[in-house]
């Protein structure tokens, strides 16, 4: 599956940005979706992640409460909605597949992600 992130821009803190992740090649359905982040001179961290069946959601402490993921399997699209933007939000946004044993399975490990879009980026001011 060849996976296409997009949606990021320059937005003041407190904003809201959707990020899409668009997939082509293979069913979407067949993966769990995540969403990382990876801001200069900081190691990548997992920010959000979606189950193959849509079930299963986890967020990382830094985005409950402020982040929503979705998944179109129809589209063969998964959103990332971003509310309540701060500047520590800032960073470079990538979406990956991971093929997990379960559909409802989630996961925040990068290494568990095979397959990896190119990123887009995110820029809060304050």
């Known amino acids: 599956v060849q996976l296409q992130a997009s949606g990021g821009g320059l937005v003041q803190a407190g904003g809201s940005l959707r990020l899409s992740c668009a997939a082509s090649?293979?069913?979407?359905?067949?993966?769990?979706i995540g969403w990382f982040r990876q801001a200069p001179g900081k190691e990548r961290e997992g920010v959000s992640c979606?189950?193959?069946?849509?079930?299963?959601?986890v967020h990382a402490d830094s985005a409950k409460d402020r982040f929503t993921i979705s998944r179109d399997n129809i589209k063969n699209t998964v959103f990332l909605h971003m509310n309540s933007l701060k500047p520590e939000d800032t960073a470079v946004y990538y979406c990956?597949?991971?093929?997990?044993?379960?559909?409802?399975?989630?996961?925040?490990?990068?290494?568990?992600?095979?397959?990896w879009g190119q990123g887009t980026q995110v820029t809060v001011s304050s």
């Open positions: 990956a597949a991971a093929p997990l044993l379960y559909r409802d399975d989630v996961s925040l490990t990068d290494l568990e992600f095979d397959q």
């Open positions: 090649g293979s069913a979407l359905d067949y993966y769990a």
């Open positions: 979606i189950s193959a069946s849509g079930v299963g959601i």
